[in-house]
Protein backbone atom coordinates (compact mmCIF):
# COMPACT_ATOMS: atom_id res chain seq x y z
CA UNK A 1 0.00 0.00 0.00
CA UNK A 2 1.36 3.45 -0.87
CA UNK A 3 3.06 5.68 1.74
CA UNK A 4 0.14 8.22 1.19
CA UNK A 5 -2.89 6.56 0.01
CA UNK A 6 -5.56 9.25 -0.37
CA UNK A 7 -3.44 11.79 -0.82
CA UNK A 8 -4.18 14.15 -3.92
CA UNK A 9 -1.52 15.10 -6.32
CA UNK A 10 -2.62 18.86 -7.12
CA UNK A 11 -2.89 19.59 -10.98
CA UNK A 12 -0.14 21.21 -13.11
CA UNK A 13 1.13 24.26 -12.00
CA UNK A 14 -1.99 25.00 -9.49
CA UNK A 15 0.41 25.01 -6.18
CA UNK A 16 -0.17 28.81 -4.79
CA UNK A 17 2.80 28.66 -2.85
CA UNK A 18 4.89 27.59 -5.07
CA UNK A 19 8.53 29.57 -6.15
CA UNK A 20 9.93 31.46 -3.19
CA UNK A 21 7.80 34.44 -2.27
CA UNK A 22 10.90 36.90 -2.83
CA UNK A 23 14.50 36.44 -3.74
CA UNK A 24 16.40 34.78 -0.76
CA UNK A 25 20.10 34.58 0.16
CA UNK A 26 21.40 31.42 1.66
CA UNK A 27 24.39 29.97 3.16
CA UNK A 28 25.32 26.45 2.46
CA UNK A 29 28.14 24.94 4.41
CA UNK A 30 29.00 22.47 1.82
CA UNK A 31 32.61 22.67 0.55
CA UNK A 32 33.65 24.13 4.18
CA UNK A 33 33.49 20.04 4.54
CA UNK A 34 33.75 17.33 1.54
CA UNK A 35 33.10 13.71 2.56
CA UNK A 36 32.29 12.94 -1.27
CA UNK A 37 35.29 14.08 -3.20
CA UNK A 38 37.47 14.12 -0.34
CA UNK A 39 37.80 13.31 3.34
CA UNK A 40 36.80 16.30 5.36
CA UNK A 41 34.07 15.77 7.69
CA UNK A 42 31.04 17.41 8.93
CA UNK A 43 31.58 18.29 12.87
CA UNK A 44 29.53 20.52 15.54
CA UNK A 45 32.60 22.63 15.84
CA UNK A 46 33.07 23.18 11.84
CA UNK A 47 29.43 24.06 11.58
CA UNK A 48 29.34 26.49 14.46
CA UNK A 49 32.55 28.33 13.09
CA UNK A 50 30.91 28.77 9.97
CA UNK A 51 27.98 30.06 11.90
CA UNK A 52 29.97 32.60 13.24
CA UNK A 53 31.65 33.75 10.47
CA UNK A 54 28.02 33.88 8.33
CA UNK A 55 26.89 36.21 11.81
CA UNK A 56 30.00 38.35 10.95
CA UNK A 57 29.57 38.70 7.74
CA UNK A 58 25.80 39.73 8.67
CA UNK A 59 27.20 42.39 10.84
CA UNK A 60 29.38 43.65 8.07
CA UNK A 61 25.96 43.88 5.64
CA UNK A 62 26.12 40.89 4.15
CA UNK A 63 22.49 39.25 3.30
CA UNK A 64 22.14 36.26 4.15
CA UNK A 65 18.49 34.81 5.60
CA UNK A 66 19.00 30.79 5.98
CA UNK A 67 21.70 28.44 6.69
CA UNK A 68 21.46 25.06 5.47
CA UNK A 69 23.30 21.93 7.08
CA UNK A 70 24.11 19.67 3.87
CA UNK A 71 24.75 16.02 3.97
CA UNK A 72 25.93 13.82 6.45
CA UNK A 73 24.22 15.59 9.65
CA UNK A 74 22.38 12.69 10.15
CA UNK A 75 23.47 9.54 12.17
CA UNK A 76 23.39 6.14 10.20
CA UNK A 77 20.96 4.62 12.22
CA UNK A 78 18.71 7.22 13.04
CA UNK A 79 16.16 7.28 10.17
CA UNK A 80 16.87 11.55 9.88
CA UNK A 81 15.78 11.88 13.62
CA UNK A 82 19.01 11.44 14.88
CA UNK A 83 22.27 13.59 14.65
CA UNK A 84 25.62 11.92 13.89
CA UNK A 85 26.57 10.72 17.08
CA UNK A 86 30.40 11.10 16.99
CA UNK A 87 30.27 14.45 15.08
CA UNK A 88 27.00 15.66 17.20
CA UNK A 89 27.27 14.47 20.66
CA UNK A 90 24.79 17.07 22.16
CA UNK A 91 22.62 17.03 18.84
CA UNK A 92 21.57 20.12 16.88
CA UNK A 93 20.09 22.36 19.70
CA UNK A 94 22.93 24.72 20.17
CA UNK A 95 22.99 25.40 16.43
CA UNK A 96 19.07 25.87 15.75
CA UNK A 97 18.87 27.87 18.63
CA UNK A 98 22.22 30.26 17.41
CA UNK A 99 20.51 30.46 14.22
CA UNK A 100 16.83 31.38 16.22
CA UNK A 101 18.84 34.00 17.93
CA UNK A 102 20.40 35.47 14.68
CA UNK A 103 17.84 35.79 13.03
CA UNK A 104 18.96 32.92 10.57
CA UNK A 105 16.25 30.70 9.52
CA UNK A 106 17.75 26.68 9.42
CA UNK A 107 17.80 24.68 6.53
CA UNK A 108 18.60 20.68 6.08
CA UNK A 109 19.46 18.50 3.77
CA UNK A 110 17.80 15.06 2.84
CA UNK A 111 18.87 12.32 0.55
CA UNK A 112 15.41 11.74 -1.53
CA UNK A 113 15.80 7.47 -1.45
CA UNK A 114 19.47 7.05 -2.26
CA UNK A 115 20.82 5.55 1.40
CA UNK A 116 24.57 4.63 -0.46
CA UNK A 117 27.73 5.50 -2.43
CA UNK A 118 30.76 3.91 -3.45
CA UNK A 119 32.04 3.96 0.24
CA UNK A 120 28.94 1.93 1.35
CA UNK A 121 25.59 2.73 3.17
CA UNK A 122 25.53 5.99 4.80
CA UNK A 123 22.33 5.45 6.15
CA UNK A 124 21.00 2.08 7.44
CA UNK A 125 16.97 1.53 7.20
CA UNK A 126 15.27 1.62 10.00
CA UNK A 127 12.29 -0.64 11.22
CA UNK A 128 9.83 1.91 9.68
CA UNK A 129 11.78 1.67 5.74
CA UNK A 130 12.32 -2.12 5.53
CA UNK A 131 9.59 -2.84 3.43
CA UNK A 132 10.74 -0.06 1.15
CA UNK A 133 14.09 -1.28 0.49
CA UNK A 134 14.54 -1.64 -3.12
CA UNK A 135 15.14 -4.83 -5.26
CA UNK A 136 18.49 -2.49 -5.73
CA UNK A 137 19.42 -2.25 -1.79
CA UNK A 138 21.02 1.02 -1.91
CA UNK A 139 17.98 3.21 -2.96
CA UNK A 140 14.53 2.85 -1.46
CA UNK A 141 10.79 2.59 -3.00
CA UNK A 142 8.94 5.38 -2.69
CA UNK A 143 5.46 4.41 -3.15
CA UNK A 144 5.30 1.06 -1.44
CA UNK A 145 6.47 0.53 2.02
CA UNK A 146 6.91 2.71 5.14
CA UNK A 147 9.51 5.16 3.84
CA UNK A 148 8.02 7.84 2.64
CA UNK A 149 5.47 7.92 5.35
CA UNK A 150 8.06 7.98 7.65
CA UNK A 151 10.15 10.81 6.00
CA UNK A 152 6.67 13.38 5.93
CA UNK A 153 6.69 12.76 9.30
CA UNK A 154 10.66 13.47 10.09
CA UNK A 155 10.24 16.86 7.90
CA UNK A 156 7.43 17.45 10.24
CA UNK A 157 9.19 17.08 13.54
CA UNK A 158 12.15 18.91 12.47
CA UNK A 159 9.68 21.58 10.85
CA UNK A 160 8.54 22.31 14.48
CA UNK A 161 11.37 22.71 15.85
CA UNK A 162 12.28 25.77 13.34
CA UNK A 163 13.63 24.58 10.42
CA UNK A 164 12.74 26.32 7.05
CA UNK A 165 14.30 25.10 4.44
CA UNK A 166 14.55 21.48 3.08
CA UNK A 167 17.24 20.21 0.17
CA UNK A 168 16.26 17.27 -1.47
CA UNK A 169 19.21 15.08 -3.52
CA UNK A 170 19.79 12.06 -5.19
CA UNK A 171 16.26 10.89 -6.44
CA UNK A 172 16.08 7.37 -7.99
CA UNK A 173 12.47 6.81 -9.40
CA UNK A 174 13.26 3.39 -10.49
CA UNK A 175 13.13 1.95 -7.24
CA UNK A 176 11.28 -0.81 -6.91
CA UNK A 177 10.04 -3.36 -4.15
CA UNK A 178 10.38 -7.28 -4.57
CA UNK A 179 7.13 -7.29 -3.84
CA UNK A 180 5.98 -4.68 -6.35
CA UNK A 181 8.43 -5.48 -9.44
CA UNK A 182 6.39 -7.82 -11.25
CA UNK A 183 2.96 -5.93 -11.12
CA UNK A 184 4.71 -2.72 -13.06
CA UNK A 185 6.27 -1.45 -16.08
CA UNK A 186 9.46 0.51 -15.88
CA UNK A 187 7.58 3.53 -16.80
CA UNK A 188 5.00 2.82 -14.45
CA UNK A 189 7.12 2.36 -11.76
CA UNK A 190 8.75 5.77 -12.38
CA UNK A 191 5.70 7.51 -12.65
CA UNK A 192 4.23 6.29 -9.15
CA UNK A 193 7.46 6.92 -7.50
CA UNK A 194 7.49 10.43 -9.03
CA UNK A 195 3.52 10.59 -7.75
CA UNK A 196 4.25 9.70 -4.67
CA UNK A 197 7.21 12.36 -3.76
CA UNK A 198 5.44 14.80 -5.24
CA UNK A 199 2.23 14.15 -3.36
CA UNK A 200 4.14 14.19 0.24
CA UNK A 201 6.03 17.34 -0.63
CA UNK A 202 2.53 19.06 -1.68
CA UNK A 203 0.90 18.32 1.54
CA UNK A 204 3.96 19.07 3.45
CA UNK A 205 3.79 22.56 1.68
CA UNK A 206 0.25 22.71 2.32
CA UNK A 207 0.28 22.20 6.29
CA UNK A 208 3.52 24.23 6.48
CA UNK A 209 3.51 27.45 3.73
CA UNK A 210 6.33 29.20 5.04
CA UNK A 211 8.55 26.50 3.80
CA UNK A 212 11.05 26.19 1.30
CA UNK A 213 11.86 23.12 -0.90
CA UNK A 214 14.60 23.19 -3.10
CA UNK A 215 15.55 20.03 -5.59
CA UNK A 216 18.89 18.83 -6.55
CA UNK A 217 20.43 15.42 -8.41
CA UNK A 218 17.70 13.47 -9.69
CA UNK A 219 14.96 15.84 -11.04
CA UNK A 220 15.88 16.16 -14.52
CA UNK A 221 18.12 18.46 -16.72
CA UNK A 222 21.74 17.52 -18.59
CA UNK A 223 23.78 18.73 -16.25
CA UNK A 224 27.12 16.78 -17.56
CA UNK A 225 28.93 18.52 -20.39
CA UNK A 226 28.10 22.01 -22.54
CA UNK A 227 27.58 21.32 -25.76
CA UNK A 228 25.10 22.69 -28.13
CA UNK A 229 22.63 22.89 -29.33
CA UNK A 230 20.94 22.81 -26.89
CA UNK A 231 18.46 19.34 -26.22
CA UNK A 232 15.46 18.42 -24.56
CA UNK A 233 16.61 14.89 -24.89
CA UNK A 234 16.49 15.02 -20.84
CA UNK A 235 13.60 16.90 -20.47
CA UNK A 236 12.70 18.46 -17.15
CA UNK A 237 9.05 17.38 -15.87
CA UNK A 238 7.49 20.26 -15.44
CA UNK A 239 5.31 18.74 -12.38
CA UNK A 240 8.59 19.15 -10.00
CA UNK A 241 7.58 23.20 -10.14
CA UNK A 242 4.26 22.87 -8.70
CA UNK A 243 6.80 20.98 -6.03
CA UNK A 244 10.24 22.61 -5.60
CA UNK A 245 10.46 26.00 -5.18
CA UNK A 246 13.53 26.17 -7.12
CA UNK A 247 15.40 23.21 -9.19
CA UNK A 248 19.53 23.30 -9.59
CA UNK A 249 21.23 23.30 -12.56
CA UNK A 250 24.78 21.64 -11.57
CA UNK A 251 26.97 21.30 -9.03
CA UNK A 252 30.46 24.04 -9.83
CA UNK A 253 32.81 22.44 -12.58
CA UNK A 254 34.36 23.27 -15.92
CA UNK A 255 32.83 24.20 -19.14
CA UNK A 256 34.24 22.71 -22.48
CA UNK A 257 35.51 25.65 -23.48
CA UNK A 258 39.04 25.72 -22.66
CA UNK A 259 40.36 28.66 -21.22
CA UNK A 260 43.64 29.83 -19.87
CA UNK A 261 41.39 31.04 -15.90
CA UNK A 262 40.53 28.20 -15.07
CA UNK A 263 37.66 29.59 -13.17
CA UNK A 264 35.78 31.34 -15.79
CA UNK A 265 35.61 28.28 -17.08
CA UNK A 266 33.74 27.10 -14.27
CA UNK A 267 31.56 30.42 -14.42
CA UNK A 268 30.71 29.82 -18.05
CA UNK A 269 29.83 26.03 -17.00
CA UNK A 270 26.96 27.75 -14.50
CA UNK A 271 26.18 30.33 -17.37
CA UNK A 272 25.19 27.76 -19.64
CA UNK A 273 23.16 25.68 -17.44
CA UNK A 274 20.99 28.18 -16.79
CA UNK A 275 20.79 29.03 -20.19
CA UNK A 276 19.77 25.25 -20.96
CA UNK A 277 17.47 25.16 -18.03
CA UNK A 278 15.89 28.14 -19.16
CA UNK A 279 15.44 26.46 -22.75
CA UNK A 280 13.54 24.14 -21.22
CA UNK A 281 10.91 25.97 -19.95
CA UNK A 282 12.14 26.98 -16.37
CA UNK A 283 11.82 30.80 -15.53
CA UNK A 284 15.06 32.16 -14.49
CA UNK A 285 14.02 32.95 -11.11
CA UNK A 286 12.91 29.44 -10.23
CA UNK A 287 16.49 28.44 -11.17
CA UNK A 288 19.16 27.78 -8.59
CA UNK A 289 22.48 27.92 -10.22
CA UNK A 290 24.50 26.55 -7.28
CA UNK A 291 27.21 28.34 -8.39
CA UNK A 292 28.87 30.48 -5.54
CA UNK A 293 31.57 27.56 -3.87
CA UNK A 294 34.53 28.82 -2.35
CA UNK A 295 36.23 26.85 -0.01
CA UNK A 296 39.77 24.16 0.96
CA UNK A 297 38.14 21.10 -0.17
CA UNK A 298 38.24 18.97 -2.81
CA UNK A 299 34.49 19.35 -4.26
CA UNK A 300 35.60 22.95 -5.01
CA UNK A 301 39.27 22.06 -6.67
CA UNK A 302 40.50 23.77 -3.59
CA UNK A 303 39.67 27.09 -5.11
CA UNK A 304 39.91 29.16 -2.23
CA UNK A 305 38.22 32.22 -2.90
CA UNK A 306 40.50 33.00 -6.03
CA UNK A 307 38.26 35.15 -8.41
CA UNK A 308 35.60 34.97 -6.01
CA UNK A 309 33.84 38.46 -7.21
CA UNK A 310 32.96 37.64 -10.57
CA UNK A 311 31.60 34.52 -9.44
CA UNK A 312 29.72 36.60 -7.36
CA UNK A 313 28.64 38.98 -9.88
CA UNK A 314 27.28 36.22 -12.01
CA UNK A 315 25.82 34.57 -9.73
CA UNK A 316 23.20 37.54 -8.46
CA UNK A 317 23.05 38.16 -12.49
CA UNK A 318 21.46 35.43 -13.56
CA UNK A 319 18.04 36.35 -11.76
CA UNK A 320 17.50 33.14 -9.37
CA UNK A 321 15.65 33.75 -6.30
CA UNK A 322 17.75 31.10 -4.42
CA UNK A 323 20.97 32.93 -4.17
CA UNK A 324 23.24 30.30 -2.63
CA UNK A 325 26.83 30.76 -1.17
CA UNK A 326 28.71 27.66 -0.21
CA UNK A 327 32.08 27.09 1.82
CA UNK A 328 34.56 28.86 4.27
CA UNK A 329 33.05 32.05 4.93
CA UNK A 330 36.22 32.76 6.63
CA UNK A 331 38.24 33.51 3.80
CA UNK A 332 36.12 36.54 2.84
CA UNK A 333 37.40 39.38 4.52
CA UNK A 334 35.64 42.68 6.71
CA UNK A 335 36.45 44.26 3.28
CA UNK A 336 35.25 41.73 1.26
CA UNK A 337 31.91 41.69 3.35
CA UNK A 338 31.52 45.46 2.44
CA UNK A 339 32.14 44.66 -1.52
CA UNK A 340 29.85 41.67 -0.84
CA UNK A 341 26.84 43.68 0.86
CA UNK A 342 27.21 46.26 -2.28
CA UNK A 343 27.18 44.05 -4.98
CA UNK A 344 24.03 42.36 -3.31
CA UNK A 345 22.19 45.74 -2.94
CA UNK A 346 22.71 46.70 -6.40
CA UNK A 347 21.24 43.43 -7.96
CA UNK A 348 19.05 42.28 -5.49
CA UNK A 349 16.30 45.10 -6.29
CA UNK A 350 16.09 44.23 -9.93
CA UNK A 351 15.79 40.25 -8.75
CA UNK A 352 12.51 41.39 -6.34
CA UNK A 353 11.32 42.62 -10.09
CA UNK A 354 11.77 40.00 -11.89
CA UNK A 355 13.32 41.94 -14.76
CA UNK A 356 15.97 40.16 -15.38
CA UNK A 357 16.79 38.25 -19.15
CA UNK A 358 19.63 36.74 -21.12
CA UNK A 359 21.00 37.82 -24.41
CA UNK A 360 23.95 37.03 -26.59
CA UNK A 361 24.95 33.55 -27.88
CA UNK A 362 24.70 30.24 -26.01
CA UNK A 363 27.61 30.49 -23.56
CA UNK A 364 29.12 27.31 -24.95
CA UNK A 365 29.38 28.54 -28.06
CA UNK A 366 32.55 30.94 -27.46
CA UNK A 367 30.60 33.55 -27.98
CA UNK A 368 29.62 36.74 -26.09
CA UNK A 369 26.25 36.46 -23.88
CA UNK A 370 24.92 38.52 -21.01
CA UNK A 371 22.44 38.86 -18.79
CA UNK A 372 20.18 42.23 -17.94
CA UNK A 373 18.21 43.63 -15.15
CA UNK A 374 15.78 46.18 -15.49
CA UNK A 375 15.08 48.84 -13.40
CA UNK A 376 12.92 51.75 -13.48
CA UNK A 377 15.69 53.99 -14.38
CA UNK A 378 18.40 52.23 -15.69
CA UNK A 379 20.06 48.91 -16.18
CA UNK A 380 22.71 46.45 -15.29
CA UNK A 381 24.61 44.24 -18.18
CA UNK A 382 26.64 41.38 -16.85
CA UNK A 383 28.57 40.51 -19.72
CA UNK A 384 30.81 37.32 -20.53
CA UNK A 385 33.58 36.49 -23.59
CA UNK A 386 34.38 33.00 -23.37
CA UNK A 387 36.55 33.22 -26.53
CA UNK A 388 39.65 33.99 -27.17
CA UNK A 389 39.59 36.99 -29.24
CA UNK A 390 39.06 40.44 -28.31
CA UNK A 391 35.56 41.38 -29.13
CA UNK A 392 33.26 43.76 -29.79
CA UNK A 393 29.05 43.97 -29.12
CA UNK A 394 26.24 46.68 -29.79
CA UNK A 395 24.16 47.36 -26.02
CA UNK A 396 21.14 47.63 -26.12
CA UNK A 397 20.72 50.51 -23.64
CA UNK A 398 17.16 52.39 -24.59
CA UNK A 399 19.34 55.51 -25.19
CA UNK A 400 20.39 55.58 -21.54
CA UNK A 401 24.25 56.55 -20.46
CA UNK A 402 26.68 54.00 -20.04
CA UNK A 403 29.08 53.18 -17.67
CA UNK A 404 31.82 50.18 -17.09
CA UNK A 405 31.40 49.60 -13.40
CA UNK A 406 33.50 46.47 -13.22
CA UNK A 407 36.28 44.50 -15.31
CA UNK A 408 38.71 41.87 -14.70
CA UNK A 409 42.10 43.25 -14.50
CA UNK A 410 44.29 43.73 -17.82
CA UNK A 411 42.40 44.57 -21.01
CA UNK A 412 40.44 47.85 -20.31
CA UNK A 413 36.83 47.53 -21.92
CA UNK A 414 35.84 50.40 -23.73
CA UNK A 415 32.36 51.51 -24.89
CA UNK A 416 32.16 53.82 -27.82
CA UNK A 417 28.82 54.93 -29.79
CA UNK A 418 26.65 52.04 -28.17
CA UNK A 419 29.54 49.53 -28.75
CA UNK A 420 31.32 47.29 -26.11
CA UNK A 421 34.87 46.36 -26.48
CA UNK A 422 36.00 43.65 -24.07
CA UNK A 423 38.94 41.06 -24.07
CA UNK A 424 39.24 37.24 -24.30
CA UNK A 425 37.60 35.51 -21.14
CA UNK A 426 36.70 38.92 -19.60
CA UNK A 427 33.76 39.69 -17.40
CA UNK A 428 32.24 43.06 -17.21
CA UNK A 429 29.64 45.06 -15.56
CA UNK A 430 28.16 48.34 -17.39
CA UNK A 431 25.83 50.52 -15.81
CA UNK A 432 23.10 51.96 -17.74
CA UNK A 433 20.93 55.11 -16.31
CA UNK A 434 21.03 55.69 -12.50
CA UNK A 435 23.41 52.99 -12.89
CA UNK A 436 26.20 54.95 -13.93
CA UNK A 437 26.17 56.70 -10.68
CA UNK A 438 29.35 57.01 -8.83
CA UNK A 439 28.38 54.79 -5.96
CA UNK A 440 27.92 51.93 -8.31
CA UNK A 441 31.41 51.28 -9.12
CA UNK A 442 32.86 48.10 -8.04
CA UNK A 443 36.57 48.11 -9.60
CA UNK A 444 38.01 45.68 -10.94
CA UNK A 445 39.41 42.14 -9.95
CA UNK A 446 43.49 41.58 -9.42
CA UNK A 447 42.10 37.88 -9.41
CA UNK A 448 41.57 37.35 -13.05
CA UNK A 449 44.10 39.39 -15.68
CA UNK A 450 43.14 39.31 -19.14
CA UNK A 451 46.11 39.84 -21.99
CA UNK A 452 46.25 43.76 -23.49
CA UNK A 453 46.49 41.73 -27.14
CA UNK A 454 45.69 38.65 -28.32
CA UNK A 455 46.38 37.37 -31.54
CA UNK A 456 46.43 33.38 -33.27
CA UNK A 457 49.39 32.25 -34.55
CA UNK A 458 49.83 30.16 -37.93
CA UNK A 459 50.01 26.25 -36.37
CA UNK A 460 49.87 23.02 -38.05
CA UNK A 461 49.39 20.26 -35.56
CA UNK A 462 50.15 16.21 -37.43
CA UNK A 463 49.39 12.96 -35.42
CA UNK A 464 51.96 11.45 -34.66
CA UNK A 465 51.09 8.66 -31.64
CA UNK A 466 47.97 7.25 -30.19
CA UNK A 467 45.97 10.30 -28.93
CA UNK A 468 49.17 12.26 -29.81
CA UNK A 469 49.91 15.92 -31.99
CA UNK A 470 52.76 17.71 -32.41
CA UNK A 471 52.87 20.97 -33.92
CA UNK A 472 55.99 24.11 -34.64
CA UNK A 473 54.85 27.57 -34.54
CA UNK A 474 57.71 30.77 -34.19
CA UNK A 475 57.24 32.97 -31.40
CA UNK A 476 56.97 36.70 -31.65
CA UNK A 477 58.90 39.58 -30.16
CA UNK A 478 57.90 40.60 -26.39
CA UNK A 479 54.87 38.19 -26.37
CA UNK A 480 54.15 35.10 -24.52
CA UNK A 481 52.34 32.39 -26.03
CA UNK A 482 49.28 30.68 -24.83
CA UNK A 483 48.45 27.36 -26.37
CA UNK A 484 44.66 25.42 -25.80
CA UNK A 485 44.21 21.96 -26.81
CA UNK A 486 40.79 19.88 -26.74
CA UNK A 487 39.90 16.42 -27.35
CA UNK A 488 36.65 15.02 -28.69
CA UNK A 489 35.60 11.19 -29.12
CA UNK A 490 34.41 8.90 -31.28
CA UNK A 491 30.94 10.92 -31.12
CA UNK A 492 32.84 14.15 -32.63
CA UNK A 493 31.86 15.27 -29.03
CA UNK A 494 34.33 16.45 -26.44
CA UNK A 495 35.77 14.09 -24.30
CA UNK A 496 36.03 14.65 -20.26
CA UNK A 497 38.67 12.80 -18.79
CA UNK A 498 38.99 11.66 -15.11
CA UNK A 499 41.93 11.59 -12.68
CA UNK A 500 39.48 10.37 -9.31
CA UNK A 501 38.89 12.48 -6.64
CA UNK A 502 40.99 13.76 -3.65
CA UNK A 503 43.34 12.41 -1.95
CA UNK A 504 44.08 9.73 -4.01
CA UNK A 505 43.34 10.92 -7.80
CA UNK A 506 45.65 12.27 -10.60
CA UNK A 507 45.93 15.78 -11.53
CA UNK A 508 44.72 16.68 -15.21
CA UNK A 509 47.54 18.12 -16.13
CA UNK A 510 49.14 14.49 -15.31
CA UNK A 511 46.27 12.97 -17.77
CA UNK A 512 46.16 16.25 -20.34
CA UNK A 513 49.21 17.77 -21.26
CA UNK A 514 51.09 20.20 -22.93
CA UNK A 515 54.94 20.07 -23.59
CA UNK A 516 57.08 22.69 -25.45
CA UNK A 517 60.45 22.87 -26.25
CA UNK A 518 63.29 24.57 -28.00
CA UNK A 519 65.45 22.12 -29.76
CA UNK A 520 66.33 19.64 -26.28
CA UNK A 521 65.01 22.02 -23.95
CA UNK A 522 62.00 21.88 -22.29
CA UNK A 523 60.44 25.38 -21.64
CA UNK A 524 58.44 25.84 -17.96
CA UNK A 525 54.50 26.59 -18.56
CA UNK A 526 52.27 28.31 -16.73
CA UNK A 527 48.98 26.29 -16.17
CA UNK A 528 45.82 26.34 -14.21
CA UNK A 529 44.16 23.48 -14.67
CA UNK A 530 47.07 20.56 -12.78
CA UNK A 531 43.83 20.02 -9.93
CA UNK A 532 42.27 16.90 -9.22
CA UNK A 533 38.78 17.49 -10.83
CA UNK A 534 35.95 15.22 -9.83
CA UNK A 535 33.96 16.29 -12.50
CA UNK A 536 36.72 15.66 -15.27
CA UNK A 537 38.00 17.92 -18.12
CA UNK A 538 38.21 18.06 -21.91
CA UNK A 539 40.78 20.70 -22.35
CA UNK A 540 44.25 21.75 -21.41
CA UNK A 541 45.56 25.21 -21.61
CA UNK A 542 48.99 26.22 -20.73
CA UNK A 543 51.14 29.59 -21.16
CA UNK A 544 54.71 30.24 -21.70
CA UNK A 545 56.43 33.85 -20.52
CA UNK A 546 57.92 35.81 -22.91
CA UNK A 547 61.57 35.80 -21.08
CA UNK A 548 61.39 31.90 -20.81
CA UNK A 549 61.37 31.71 -24.98
CA UNK A 550 64.25 32.27 -27.73
CA UNK A 551 62.84 34.30 -30.05
CA UNK A 552 64.89 32.68 -32.80
CA UNK A 553 63.67 29.23 -32.27
CA UNK A 554 60.50 27.90 -32.96
CA UNK A 555 58.61 25.92 -30.78
CA UNK A 556 57.98 22.31 -30.87
CA UNK A 557 54.48 21.82 -28.88
CA UNK A 558 53.78 18.30 -28.34
CA UNK A 559 49.85 17.94 -26.85
CA UNK A 560 48.90 14.39 -26.28
CA UNK A 561 46.21 12.08 -23.76
CA UNK A 562 46.34 9.43 -21.20
CA UNK A 563 43.26 7.97 -22.47
CA UNK A 564 42.89 4.47 -23.40
CA UNK A 565 40.04 5.07 -26.46
CA UNK A 566 41.28 6.90 -29.85
CA UNK A 567 40.60 10.69 -29.71
CA UNK A 568 40.77 13.38 -31.96
CA UNK A 569 43.07 16.26 -30.26
CA UNK A 570 42.77 19.89 -31.84
CA UNK A 571 45.79 22.83 -30.48
CA UNK A 572 45.42 26.60 -31.03
CA UNK A 573 48.31 29.01 -30.43
CA UNK A 574 48.15 32.53 -29.17
CA UNK A 575 50.86 35.43 -29.15
CA UNK A 576 49.60 37.39 -25.70
CA UNK A 577 50.91 40.36 -23.97
CA UNK A 578 49.74 41.49 -20.57
Not at 162 to 184: I, M, Q, S
Not at 241 to 257: K, M, Q, V
Request: hydrophobic share 35%; proline share 5%.
Amino acid sequence: MGALAGARLLPLHSTPFSGPRRPVFVYNNWSAYDELSDNVVQTETLAMRELNELIRLKKKGVQMDYYVMDAFWFDKYGGYRTWHKEHWPNGPDKWLKACHDNKILPGMWFSSNLIATHDGRFLEPVPEWQDSVATDPNILCLFDGGYLRHLAQTLQQWYDKGVRLFKFDFAYFEAVTPAAKNKFTKEEIEEKNKVAFMTMLQTFRRHNNDVLITGYNGFGGNMENTFTPFSKVEKIDARWLDTFDTLYSGDPRFSDTPMMNIWRSQDNYSDHMVRQFQYNGLPLRRIDSCAFMIGTTGTCYYRGHHAWKGMLLLELARGGWMNVYHGNLELLTDEDAAWFSKAQQMYHPLQKLDAITTFGAIPGTDQPYGFKGTGAGGALYTIVNPGQDITTLTLTSDNHPTRILYADSGFIPVIKEGRLTLGAEQLVVIGAGEYTAAQYTLGTDKDIRIPLTQQKLTASFTPTGHNTIEGEVQPMAGKDIRILLQQFGGDGFPYRSWGGAPPDGKKMDALIRIVVRQKEKTLSTHVEYDKMIWSGLSWAAAEIPVDAIDINIPLNITCYSAGKDPLRLEARVYAVSY
